[in-house]
């Protein structure tokens, strides 16, 4: 539905925290649950005008926690942090040094964002239309 207007905000929060709170069931490391419901009041508190007498819009798409967690990446696929994600777009992800398995989650997700946005951009501001954008997506 080409219902988006020039000129719009997407913003992806990305904030660092140097703690966990525990480990789950599975034995994965788990966010600081303060975090998380911090991404929640930072999507819902950040909006942006584009000019003085324009109303107020919502500029904060999604919020991510990256946090020094380990885990076995299946687990951490389906533990509720990670899951919120693909939700409600606020989540968690864990990242240490030299963890290469758990880092490929992130690059992952931004490598869809990317993605997401060009083909927003082909619909929206180069007039093509959705089916000739997912002519480009084969």
């Known amino acids: 539905k080409n219902d ?3 000129n719009i905000k997407m913003t992806y929060l990305f ?3 140097y703690r966990i709170s525990g480990k789950d069931s599975k034995g994965v490391d788990t966010p600081p649950d303060d975090a998380i419901n911090q991404m929640h009041r ?5 909006y942006y005008k584009e000019y003085e007498s324009a109303p107020l819009k919502k500029e904060v798409i ?3 926690i990256l946090f020094p967690g380990d885990g076995d990446t299946a687990d951490i696929e389906v533990s509720k942090f990670y ?3 693909g939700e409600v ?3 968690a992800f864990p990242l240490r040094p030299k963890d290469k398995r758990n880092r490929e989650l992130l690059e992952h997700f931004i490598k869809e964002l990317i993605e997401n946005v060009y083909r927003l951009y082909r619909v929206c501001w180069k007039k093509t239309t959705v089916a000739e954008t997912m002519l480009d997506m084969v």
């Open 62 to 64: 999604g919020g991510y």
């Open 15 to 17: 904030d660092a925290k």
């Open 4 to 6: 988006l207007h020039q």
């Open 89 to 91: 777009n606020i989540g």
């Open 83 to 85: 899951k919120t994600i």
């Open 42 to 46: 930072y999507r819902d508190a950040i």
